[in-house]
């Protein structure tokens, strides 16, 4: 918040950073149209849409938890052989 401000609604500020967090999501198609910010802006939808977008978050989340418990990184693939082999003295 800005120090500035003598006073404000924390629920038009929560409403604010909601709506915000909403348009930046990684995925486009995730992201509201202008026309639905408006309307999330003045409250219409924006509880549906948060649970929609929390749920759509936790999936993923536990997604890619999944994904990484899948593979044992082999630390040698890691490395850059090319790198190394130039690294060495001539």
Same mark, same amino acid.
């Given at each position: 918040m800005d120090r500035n401000l &003598?006073? #404000? *609604?924390p629920k038009e500020v929560e409403t604010i950073l909601? =709506?915000?967090?909403?348009?930046? !999501?990684? #995925?486009? /198609? *995730? +992201?509201p149209s202008m026309s639905e910010v408006v &309307? $999330? $802006?003045?409250?219409v939808g924006l509880a549906d849409r948060w649970a929609d977008?929390?749920?759509? @978050? @936790?999936? +993923?989340n536990q997604e890619f938890s999944l994904m990484t418990? !899948?593979? =044992?990184w082999? =630390? /040698?693939s890691t490395l850059d052989q090319e790198a190394i082999q130039l690294s060495q003295p001539r």
């Open positions: &003598k006073s #404000y *609604d909601q =709506v915000a967090l909403l348009c930046t !999501q990684a #995925y486009p /198609e *995730d +992201r &309307k $999330l $802006l003045q409250g977008w929390q749920q759509l @978050e @936790e999936a +993923r418990h !899948q593979f =044992v082999n =630390v /040698e």
